[in-house]
T-cell receptor, first 111, second 115 residues
């Protein structure tokens, strides 16, 4: 199964861009990269996903390197409500899909 | 938007009793649902994959007789913790796969406390 590596924690100033890196060097060609976040004691919230191309939606942008071995989630203008644990997931395809969570990055947005 | 409802959101039970947690996809059909558990300050651990109309697939180390999963319809999966003990106390989270959007949508979670 493809594994992901993320920094344990990061701080970001309110209003600035938050750039969260993820390493997935063992990713296979047909495996998607997903990002979710979890605010304390809630279920994870979907943010964005991608395969090869960079993606953008109303919440964030996802930048995937050309070799697909790493990606970066960008929150363009972080707010205090973006404080959460952010998980980068490589969806495993082995018969059926599996979403395996790593340890995530605890992002703290500072006022 | 797609919503996954989980019930109950929290439950307290006595040791030895069984507890059922329901997971419903409210506005979409889900052929595949996933159950996770999460201990304090830890990440989510995948317990099992639930496919509509067939037996669940359990991850290594998860006792299938302890955690009974049923996915009887395209909108409902249930997790029953049988003969619960204090070590089963945890945050249980379900999720449903939306094939059209290629996205996994999570419920709000159920916190189980076994006394």
């Amino acid at each position: 199964d493809a594994k992901t590596t993320q920094p344990t924690s990061m701080d970001c100033a309110e209003g600035r861009a938050a750039n969260l890196p993820c390493n997935h060097s063992t990713i296979s060609g047909n495996e998607y990269v997903y990002w979710y976040r979890q605010i304390h004691s809630q279920g994870p919230q979907y943010i964005i996903h991608g395969l090869k191309n960079n993606e953008t939606n109303e919440m964030a942008s996802l930048i995937i390197t050309e070799d697909r071995k790493s990606s970066t989630l960008i929150l363009p203008h972080a707010t205090l409500r973006d404080t959460a644990v952010y998980y980068c997931i490589v969806r495993v395809t082995s018969g059926t899909y599996k979403y395996i969570f790593g340890t995530g990055t605890r992002l703290k947005v500072l006022a | 938007g797609a919503v996954v409802s989980q019930h109950p959101s929290w439950v307290i039970c006595k040791s030895g009793t069984s507890v059922k947690i329901e997971c419903r996809s409210l506005d979409f059909q889900a052929t595949t649902m996933f159950w996770y558990r999460q201990f304090p300050k830890q990440s989510l651990m995948l317990m099992a994959t639930s496919n509509e109309g067939s037996k669940a697939t359990y991850e290594q180390g998860v006792e299938k007789d302890k955690f009974l999963i049923n996915h009887a319809s395209l909108t409902l999966s249930t997790l029953t913790v049988t003969s619960a003990h204090p070590e089963d106390s945890s945050f249980y989270i379900c999720s449903a796969y939306r094939g059209g959007a290629n996205v996994l949508t999570f419920g709000a979670g159920s916190r189980l406390t076994v006394l």
